[in-house]
């Protein structure tokens, strides 16, 4: 098993929650804008980034095609304003049938009456009943734009919860943050030992670490 898929096993196995992954990451990596539209999932995976762009789906229904299964699919949306960029037809293809474990996106989406009784994994920046346009657009995103969000987004590992998404960039696949994820299991089990068998205070915990000294 190599070192990505040990650090995406060790974070679904533990449920290591998208706080304890951004404070490994130096309280960085949230994907902005992006919010559990359905309480209780918790969901991690390779990233496979595809997107919308000028008001029209027409991209996303051609590149999801290309989702594997435990993929989390990262849909952003370029000159879309607030339209929808999906709903639940898509939706159910992504999760169902390409056996996506989550639907991440910072754009809107639709149908949610359907993805809240289907109880669908999304998390999305929030909903309208107007949506993109399904039409073929004849110049491409900016290949600058298109290369900067795909090398970025591309290959990563995002971990989903109630708390929102967080984005583990490809330089941190390392055995480094797979210990730093380790470390930070073991941090909360002793922080919450000292606060509930022992009543310490947070200040002696957290600032102070007292702990350490025991």
Not at 50 to 56: F, G, H, R, T, V
Request: aromatic share 10%; glycine share 6%.
């Amino acid at each position: 098993m190599d070192i990505k898929n040990e650090i995406i096993r060790k974070i679904r196995m533990n449920r290591i929650s998208t706080t304890e992954v951004a404070d490994c990451l130096g309280k960085t990596g949230v994907f902005k804008d992006s919010h559990a539209v359905n309480r209780g999932h918790f969901a991690v995976g390779n990233v496979k980034w595809i997107y919308a762009l000028d008001e029209s789906n027409w991209s996303i229904h051609e590149q999801i095609r290309e989702v594997q299964a435990g993929d989390v699919v990262m849909i952003e949306a370029f000159n879309c304003g607030d339209r929808a960029i999906i709903g639940e037809l898509v939706t159910k293809f992504a999760v169902l049938y390409r056996e996506a474990v989550a639907i991440i996106s910072n754009a809107n989406m639709r149908d949610a009456n359907d993805i809240i009784k289907q109880n669908y994994p999304m998390w999305c920046k929030g909903f309208s009943p107007v949506g993109c346009f399904n039409k073929y657009i004849e110049q491409p995103l900016d290949s600058v734009i298109e290369k900067e969000h795909r090398d970025k987004y591309e290959g990563s590992i995002a971990v989903c919860d109630d708390t929102g998404v967080v984005i583990i960039p490809k330089e941190q696949h390392t055995e480094e943050f797979l210990k730093k994820l380790e470390n930070i299991e073991n941090q909360e089990d002793i922080w919450f030992e000292y606060l509930d068998k022992y009543k310490w205070d947070t200040y002696d915990i957290v600032c102070l670490k007292k702990y350490l000294n025991d």
